[in-house]
């Protein structure tokens, strides 16, 4: 039996994709292998490779002079790899930080250049975005950091930040795909894939074609984006079965009428739990109404020494991996692309429930 996954990552996938992956698993379209054994530059996996960009480009609308890069290494990775491939002759980048994923991409940030935190949200628990009225740039910065979504505390920017002239930089790890994104305010997009993407593995970089060849010496070849465009991101071994399951993770999406239709969706879903969020001293969620995550919704019961009684009842009724983060605590509900609103839904009444039997 599945059960309801509210994993922030690895995450769930939708059921089509994993039936077809298993149809598809000891002989994929004739060719007689499983796509684990392929080689990387036979014409089958080309042919993968290739389809699963063109699908994305779709989705996304990415503009054409943006490059798509495949790599490995995790958002972990490029928080190292951002400053290696973008300072060029500069020496500092601006960083604003909203949470514990921006906080681990300004330490490592820190290790190859000069940050100036532009702005942070620190003074109220890291529970909003700073709007971009109190930020403080740095013209000469060779970039903007920003992470779109913080997986942990559960906040989303619904805005686009204006950097003019500095390239802005996202880490999209654990919200990409899920809304209408508008790829051409953007230097770089970057995540990993374990959340609304595919299985951990495969590090996307969407990179706009001229912030490419500004690379320091120092940077490893795998992860020099212009190398790895120019190859068409096989420099070296990409990770072949991660980019199929990506691949058909975008038919799907294309099937689900692309990421307009999706987004509709994933507001339904929110909403629905945090409506009763709000009208609840049960439960609590700490975030501003204007910054609230669609994708991670942390919220915590006033009495916390129910917690265990809360986690076992779900688990019991199906639904699993609702423990908040071990930094923070409490529960977590992490509701990507894949989990349906049948899911959300049993988790909101058994919330009810919860409340009514312990309240
Ligand atoms: N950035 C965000 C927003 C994340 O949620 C995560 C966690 O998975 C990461 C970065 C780190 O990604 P990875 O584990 O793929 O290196």
């Known amino acids: 039996m599945r059960v309801f996954n509210f994993s922030a990552g690895p995450a769930v996938l939708p059921e089509q994709v994993l039936r077809r992956a298993a149809d598809e698993m000891l002989d994929w379209h004739g060719s007689g292998m499983s796509v684990m054994e392929m080689s990387h530059r036979g014409k089958e996996f080309i042919s993968i490779a290739q389809k699963t960009e063109a699908d994305l480009r779709t989705l996304m609308a990415i503009p054409d002079n943006y490059r798509v890069l495949f790599l490995q290494g995790g958002a972990m990775a490029e928080n190292a790899l951002i400053p290696m491939n973008l300072l060029g002759d500069k020496t500092g980048a601006d960083y604003v930080n909203t949470g514990e994923w921006s906080k681990k ?42 992470c779109t979504n913080e997986t942990i505390g559960g906040v989303e920017y619904h805005w686009v930040p204006d950097t003019g002239a500095v390239p802005l930089v996202a880490d999209m790890s654990s919200h990409i795909l899920s809304r209408v994104v508008d790829v051409s305010k953007y230097g770089v997009i970057y ?49 072949t079965y991660g980019i199929y399951i990506a691949g058909l993770v975008f038919e799907w999406l294309l099937e689900q009428g692309g990421l307009a239709s999706m987004e509709q969706k994933n507001i339904a879903k929110a909403n629905l739990l945090y409506d009763y969020l709000d009208q609840t001293a049960f439960y609590s969620n700490p975030v501003a109404k204007a910054d609230r995550s669609r994708m991670n919704i942390p919220f915590r019961l006033a009495d916390t020494s129910l917690d265990d009684a809360f986690l076992q009842g779900a688990q019991e009724r199906g639904m699993v991996q609702l423990k908040g983060h071990r930094s923070v605590g409490g529960m977590r509900a992490s509701i990507y692309n894949a989990m349906p609103i049948e899911g959300v839904q049993r988790l909101v009444e058994y919330m009810k429930e919860f409340e009514r039997s312990h309240g």
């Open 105 to 146: 991409s300004i330490k490592e940030a820190k290790k190859y250049c000069k940050v100036n935190v532009a702005a942070s949200a620190e003074d109220r628990d890291f529970t909003y975005v700073p709007p971009q009225s109190v930020w403080k740039l740095d013209p000469n910065a060779a970039y903007v950091h920003i």
């Open 191 to 239: 995540g990993g894939a374990q959340k609304n993407i595919g299985p951990a593995g495969v590090t996307l970089v969407i990179v706009r074609e001229d912030l490419l060849g500004r690379a320091l010496a120092i940077t490893p070849s795998a992860f020099d984006w212009k190398l790895q465009a120019e190859n068409d991101s096989m420099l070296n071994t990409p990770p």
